[in-house]
């Protein structure tokens, strides 16, 4: 157990005062205690509404803890997270829950202010192209490292999965691979990102094939240069609802056409539309895939997640698709790495006018 986690358990007997400084002396907002039995057995929380509450039913503040504990609390059991059980926690304002053993011991704390889900999956983020689309900026730098509002691009991508309990987040370079490499020395996110680099070039999947992935689950596949505010829970669970094999984030995207368009029998006209749009979806580059999938790839064999897809639904396998709802920009050109510098200062000036507000 970390320390953070120690910081956040009291004994039941201990009194109402002590639990108060304990309280204070938490950081953020992360104001819940649990509370421990003899055997280490976490038997319920304690907040200062709960100890305001009990003061008021006559409890004085040497009572012990036990006396003003809320027992009817929500926790996961480790091993065993339950998405719907985070969202109604998310819901309720709850902001830490506790993750229990099979005995009832305390083992970690989900903070849900930095923590919103925790996934089952892996995530692989491709990081090997040359960006010469926005060259001279990507001479000395990877696209994924250029920066956006103080942040690295791919950062922000790292952050959202971390967000979502991913731990297990690998990333395959190629062009200017040891700046990648350096710029992961560090965690982002709090999380230590594994680092492989393609001897040669294995198109926009085949670096999935040298990341070594759990025999069962699924994992996250995206390119490292997009910006998106897309739910990968939202993602997973539909994913896991229509049991995929693969499961690609697409973007609604429209065509219209300036001329009345004739439809045709023969030489016969048997209608026409003026000016017409027409409606489809494109990729977004961010795939959920089986990892028995992925594990069949050929290593060092070149293949691209469009041949990869056309492939997996040649030979029956099931492939659904998720609409992204939100941001998503592809920055593969300066016009697109000027909007998405726009759109990241007018997200972060809301967040101060919002802060302002408070």
Not at 232 to 249: G, K, Q
Not at 292 to 319: P, S
Request: aromatic share 6%; with cysteine.
């Amino acid at each position: 157990m970390s320390n953070a986690s120690q910081q956040h358990i009291i004994s039941h007997r201990a009194q109402l005062i002590d639990a108060l400084d304990r309280l204070n002396n938490l950081p953020g907002s992360d104001m819940t205690l649990f509370v421990e039995d003899d055997n280490g057995h976490i038997t319920g929380t304690l907040t200062d509404g709960d100890i305001r509450r009990a003061l008021l039913r006559g409890l004085r503040t040497d009572s012990k803890v036990a006396d003003a504990t809320y027992r009817d609390f929500k926790w996961i059991r480790q091993g065993d997270v339950d998405l719907d059980l985070l969202r109604q926690c998310r819901q309720r304002g709850i902001t830490v829950l506790p993750v229990l053993d099979g005995e009832g011991c305390l083992v970690d704390i989900i903070n849900l202010n930095t923590t919103r889900t925790i996934l089952p999956v892996s995530a692989i983020l491709m990081a090997g192209g040359k960006g010469e689309r926005l060259r001279p900026l990507t001479l000395d730098t990877p696209k994924p490292l250029l920066e956006i509002d103080g942040k690295a691009i791919i950062d922000y991508n790292v952050e959202a999965l971390a967000a979502c309990g991913i731990k297990d987040i690998n990333v395959c370079t190629r062009y200017l691979s040891e700046k990648i490499h350096d710029h992961f020395r560090q965690p982002v996110g709090g999380v230590m990102v594994n680092c492989v680099c393609e001897t040669k070039p294995l198109g926009t999947i085949g670096a999935a094939s040298l990341i070594d992935l759990p025999s069962e689950g699924s994992t996250i596949v995206m390119n490292s240069d997009l910006l998106t505010s897309l739910s990968f829970e939202d993602l997973y669970m539909r994913h896991v609802s229509e049991s995929a094999d693969i499961t690609v984030a697409v973007i609604p995207y429209q065509v219209s056409v300036p001329y009345a368009i004739l439809t045709t029998d023969g030489s016969r006209v048997t209608g026409i539309e003026e000016k017409p749009a027409y409606s489809y979806y494109a990729n977004a580059g961010i795939y959920l895939i089986t990892n028995r999938l992925l594990n069949n790839l050929n290593k060092d064999e070149r293949i691209d997640a469009t041949d990869f897809i056309q492939n997996a639904i040649a030979d029956g396998h099931k492939v659904v698709f998720f609409p992204v709802n939100g941001t998503w920009i592809d920055v593969g050109s300066p016009v697109d790495f000027s909007h998405a510098r726009e759109i990241m200062r007018h997200h972060r000036n809301m967040s101060d006018n919002n802060k302002h507000a408070q």
